[in-house]
């Protein structure tokens, strides 16, 4: 029999459960407490798990939640905290990413409040500058006069950029730690090769420079023409010279004085493509145009270039770094055809190494210009270069460079009267295959079978001819293949000089 339901025991039961959760259950339908910046959910947009005081905070002494049309009363201003300093407000107040006025002053570094023009905040102002300046240590101070530099060359503020590195400079050598001085000179010579670049493409394309200070001293006019950027690039080479030499640590001075004469060659050569070869040019716009007495200034002023490099390299202490930066020097000055002081500067290496490395680079940018009788005096002195070496191993390699290089720009003659440099008979037979495939590939099978003949021993021929049909071989190929590619009716290229 089932027992009988006790009804006055279930309604007691029942009031005390609803006594025990009705209190719960309204309080939740109240809207969440103010996070203290100190409990959970900060910045997460949750409830700050203050429930049961009406301040919303922690400890319960907090100002009073607010409710519908209720405002702040005077008395709920911002905690202060020792030092003057207030809590900010969480990640997620206010933000209006990326215009809001307010965040101006802190991305731009300015002191001013309130919203700044998108030219203004493009730029390094002159109160960024005047706060860094205020840096005592001069380790520090280098190096954010170094970092503001860089990016005066990004917004093209190339006078602010120059006076900036100048400051880094001084800042830098007054570095007292060995290590840390040589770290600032270092890295101010790498951004003046970015300085001395830019002052270069942007003199012949723009007429100011976007500099504004007002009421700031001028020490260089504001137009920025081809005299005055090649002019201002020269200069900062000739500041990371004196740099180089105040390195302390004898092998980084050698290489970065080799750096320092490879950046004046290089903007060497710049100078004259940008300027003078350009000019040559009948597509060239009229403002690139340039008179034959500005052709001829600009000229002087880019051998001028190679002679300070040429100086600072004379006075680099390591054989390798000198041999290395005379070597780039010449061939800098060899690519923008500048070939007088390109032949002196290689002939004036001592090592024969580096020396005929330089003179063959040198040879090839001739034959491309179809210079060929200066070409010709060239290779002559790779070939007295090359045999001036003693070492036999080094020479058959120098002999193969000759010989890789005449056979390239279509010298068969002189590639076979440079055979007898090799030390070895090995050497010499692979390279008259080379010359005999070569000569054959550009049409002159005959002449090469007639050399063997002549010249080769006769175990070797069998090979040589061989060699000298392949040869043929490849040139029907290479007309196949221009004859399906449709470039058959082209024009060929010129025979090499």
């Given at each position: ?69 209720r405002e702040f009363e005077g008395e709920v201003s911002p905690r202060q905290i020792p030092g003057s300093r207030s809590i900010p407000l969480g990640p997620g ?60 060359i990004l917004s093209n503020q190339l006078l602010l950029a120059h006076r900036t590195l100048e400051e880094a400079s001084r800042a830098a050598l007054s570095e ?144 390798i770094w000198k041999n290395t930066a005379l070597e780039r020097t010449a061939i800098n000055a060899g690519e923008s055809q500048q070939y007088p002081r390109a ?155």
């Amino acid at each position: 029999m089932r027992p009988a339901l006790e009804l006055p025991r279930f309604l007691a039961v029942l009031v005390a459960s609803l006594a025990f959760c009705l209190p719960s259950m309204l309080m939740a339908q109240e809207p969440p407490g103010l996070s203290s910046g100190t409990g959970q959910g900060t910045g997460t947009g949750r409830s700050a798990g203050v429930q049961r005081n009406p301040t919303g905070s922690v400890s319960g002494v907090g100002p009073p939640r607010m409710g519908p049309g209720r405002e702040f009363e005077g008395e709920v201003s911002p905690r202060q905290i020792p030092g003057s300093r207030s809590i900010p407000l969480g990640p997620g107040v206010n933000v209006r990413f990326p215009d809001d006025p307010t965040l101006g002053p802190l991305l731009s570094g300015a002191d001013r409040l309130g919203p700044v023009s998108s030219s203004t905040a493009a730029q390094v102002g002159p109160d960024l500058i005047d706060n860094v300046r205020m840096i005592t240590d001069t380790y520090d101070r280098s190096r954010a006069l170094q970092e503001l530099a860089r990016e005066a060359i990004l917004s093209n503020q190339l006078l602010l950029a120059h006076r900036t590195l100048e400051e880094a400079s001084r800042a830098a050598l007054s570095e007292q730690n060995s290590l840390r001085h040589d770290q600032l000179i270092i890295e101010i010579i790498t951004t003046t090769g970015l300085l001395s670049e830019t002052l270069i493409r942007e003199g012949k394309t723009q007429s100011t420079m976007l500099e504004s200070q007002e009421g700031r001293p001028e020490p260089l006019p504001t137009r920025l023409n081809p005299k005055l950027s090649i002019r201002l690039a020269r200069l900062e080479w000739q500041r990371a010279s004196v740099l180089a030499r105040a390195i302390i640590n004898p092998t980084y001075r050698s290489e970065y004085l080799a750096r320092v004469a490879e950046g004046l060659g290089r903007d060497s050569s710049r100078i004259v493509l940008e300027y003078v070869r350009r000019s040559d040019l009948d597509t060239s716009p009229p403002f690139e145009k340039l008179s034959e007495a500005e052709i001829e200034e600009i000229e002087k002023a880019a051998d001028d270039y190679l002679v300070e490099a040429e100086q600072v390299c004379q006075e680099i202490a390591r054989p390798i770094w000198k041999n290395t930066a005379l070597e780039r020097t010449a061939i800098n000055a060899g690519e923008s055809q500048q070939y007088p002081r390109a032949f002196s500067i290689a002939r004036s290496i001592q090592n024969a190494e580096a020396r005929s490395q330089a003179l063959i680079l040198v040879a090839e940018s001739q034959c491309r210009h179809r210079q060929a009788v200066e070409a010709t005096k060239t290779y002559a002195e790779v070939a007295e270069a090359v045999a001036r070496v003693d070492q036999d191993g080094l020479r058959g390699v120098l002999t193969g460079y000759l010989v890789d290089s005449l056979i390239s720009t279509g010298r068969f003659e002189d590639a076979r009267a440079c055979l007898v440099l090799y030390p070895t008979a090995s050497e010499k037979f692979v390279a008259m295959g080379a010359v005999a495939e070569s000569e054959a590939r550009r049409g002159s099978a005959e002449r090469a079978r007639q050399w063997i003949a002549s010249d080769a021993p006769p175990a070797w021929r069998p090979v040589l001819y061989r060699r000298v049909n392949s040869g043929v071989l490849s040139k029907i190929g290479n007309s196949r293949q221009s004859l399906f590619s449709g470039r058959e009716g082209q024009p060929t290229a010129p025979p090499p000089q």
